[in-house]
């Protein structure tokens, strides 16, 4: 059994990690800490959702850092950017694992960061001490589909963004074979308001959401960068992206459309092959494959991306259609997807319907 912390967890996201933790076959929740409900009970934070399953009181890391050190053997951790890092040296000095669900270490480029999320003066170096920078050499970036050996090794593993999430996957088939026109790329994204936390910006009111899809930092996006970075190294040169996104008044899930210009005419089934054998081994990625495009609720409430296209050839272009719950696979699903490569457990354990996908990958094996 695996001991497991959660650092920020009165967070929305930390919520769907105790939702999913609870139920995992090889995990013991050990540590719960939160500066601003320390010494409430969860259901302070999360009404009555785990009466009965959890008994826990949050507990402030800043007054007792060796208690959550002493009981962990992995520490999510659930806060906003520009603040983890500093608990995620002390927690790695112990030899704890870490899985960071904030920004901090998505983007290699630390003066990128200090750009796109505004820290003070736009300069890293200001912001950051070196023990950040030798934290981020270290970082593995924790999308299990590209990167699930380096994960495996990893002490530290960034988890990706929901928006970068939908996107990449939704493109990463073409990018690698460059398949696409390099400055064609543009993503089109609608967030249910699961994506602002529980803190919701005034504007994201019931009154002004019902009945209305409200665009925001287009072109903008701290996402942007971090989807420009992983599209980037796959095909091994600069990629730029337009990505667009909007909220939506649903609780959960992403819809990105993406439109690129095709380098090379393809057919659907030259399309659809290429995605098929691309996320063969990938459980959590469904391709729809006949004529079909995925909607948000076959995935929400699931770790599954789900990817339809179709190829226009009067305007020489490829239509893909990228679908995740964002609080799932746009966050903690993913967090427990890449904790457990790092503690070598079937990488669908402790997820929805990971029983039942243990059960397809043995049969696909047996078949080979």
């Given at each position: 059994?695996?001991?497991?912390?959660i650092f920020?967890?009165a967070?929305?996201?930390?919520?769907?990690?105790?939702?999913?933790?609870?139920?995992?076959?090889?995990?013991?929740i050990?540590?719960?800490?939160s500066?601003?409900?320390?010494?409430?009970?969860?259901?302070?934070?999360?009404?009555?959702r785990?009466?009965?399953?959890l008994d826990f009181?949050?507990?402030?890391?800043s007054?007792?850092?060796?208690?959550?050190i002493?009981?962990c053997?992995?520490?999510f951790l659930s806060?906003p950017?520009?603040?983890?890092?500093?608990?995620?040296?002390e927690?790695?000095a112990?030899?704890?694992?870490?899985?960071d669900?904030?920004?901090d270490?998505?983007?290699?480029?630390?003066?990128?960061?200090a750009?796109?999320?505004?820290?003070?003066?736009?300069?890293a170096?200001?912001y950051?001490?070196k023990?950040?920078f030798?934290?981020?050499d270290?970082?593995?970036?924790?999308?299990p589909?590209?990167?699930?050996?380096?994960?495996?090794?990893?002490?530290?593993?960034a988890?990706?963004?929901?928006?970068?999430?939908?996107?990449?996957?939704?493109?990463?088939p073409?990018?690698?074979?460059?398949?696409?026109?390099?400055?064609s790329?543009?993503?089109?994204?609608?967030?249910?308001?699961?994506?602002?936390?529980?803190?919701q910006?005034?504007n994201n009111?019931?009154?002004?959401l019902?009945e209305?899809?409200?665009p925001?930092?287009?072109g903008?996006?701290?996402h942007t960068p971090?989807m420009?970075?992983?599209?980037?190294?796959?095909?091994?040169?600069d990629?730029?992206?337009?990505?667009?996104?909007?909220?939506?008044p649903?609780?959960?899930?992403i819809?990105?459309?993406?439109?690129v210009?095709?380098?090379?005419?393809?057919s659907?089934?030259?399309?659809?092959?290429?995605?098929?054998?691309?996320?063969?081994?990938?459980?959590?990625?469904r391709?729809?494959?006949?004529n079909?495009?995925p909607?948000?609720?076959?995935?929400?409430n699931?770790?599954f991306?789900?990817?339809?296209?179709s190829?226009?050839d009067?305007?020489?272009?490829?239509?893909?259609?990228?679908?995740?719950d964002n609080?799932i696979?746009?966050?903690?699903g993913?967090a427990?997807?890449?904790?457990?490569l790092?503690?070598?457990?079937?990488?669908?354990?402790?997820?929805?319907?990971?029983?039942?996908?243990?059960?397809?990958?043995?049969?696909?094996?047996?078949?080979?």
């Amino acid at each position: 059994m695996v001991k497991v912390g959660i650092f920020g967890a009165a967070s929305l996201i930390s919520g769907k990690l105790l939702e999913l933790l609870v139920d995992h076959p090889n995990v013991e929740i050990s540590y719960l800490t939160s500066e601003s409900f320390s010494g409430k009970t969860l259901e302070a934070s999360f009404r009555g959702r785990f009466r009965g399953l959890l008994d826990f009181k949050f507990e402030s890391y800043s007054a007792n850092k060796n208690k959550m050190i002493d009981k962990c053997d992995v520490v999510f951790l659930s806060k906003p950017h520009g603040g983890p890092y500093q608990v995620a040296s002390e927690i790695l000095a112990s030899g704890i694992k870490v899985i960071d669900l904030s920004a901090d270490f998505r983007l290699k480029d630390s003066q990128v960061f200090a750009k796109w999320y505004k820290l003070h003066g736009n300069d890293a170096s200001d912001y950051f001490d070196k023990e950040y920078f030798d934290l981020l050499d270290k970082a593995v970036y924790g999308l299990p589909e590209l990167y699930g050996k380096e994960i495996a090794n990893a002490d530290i593993v960034a988890n990706p963004g929901c928006y970068a999430t939908c996107a990449i996957l939704g493109l990463a088939p073409l990018v690698k074979e460059k398949l696409i026109l390099e400055d064609s790329i543009i993503i089109d994204s609608y967030s249910g308001v699961s994506g602002a936390g529980k803190s919701q910006p005034e504007n994201n009111q019931f009154i002004d959401l019902n009945e209305n899809i409200k665009p925001y930092k287009i072109g903008t996006h701290q996402h942007t960068p971090e989807m420009e970075q992983e599209l980037s190294r796959l095909y091994g040169g600069d990629l730029k992206v337009l990505f667009s996104p909007h909220v939506m008044p649903i609780d959960v899930g992403i819809t990105s459309t993406i439109y690129v210009k095709y380098a090379k005419k393809l057919s659907y089934k030259e399309l659809s092959d290429l995605y098929n054998d691309f996320y063969n081994n990938h459980p959590f990625v469904r391709i729809f494959d006949d004529n079909s495009l995925p909607q948000v609720k076959d995935v929400a409430n699931t770790n599954f991306c789900d990817i339809g296209f179709s190829v226009n050839d009067r305007t020489e272009r490829l239509i893909i259609s990228s679908v995740i719950d964002n609080t799932i696979k746009g966050a903690a699903g993913q967090a427990i997807q890449n904790m457990n490569l790092m503690f070598g457990f079937d990488e669908v354990a402790g997820l929805p319907y990971g029983q039942a996908l243990k059960k397809r990958i043995s049969l696909n094996a047996m078949k080979v």
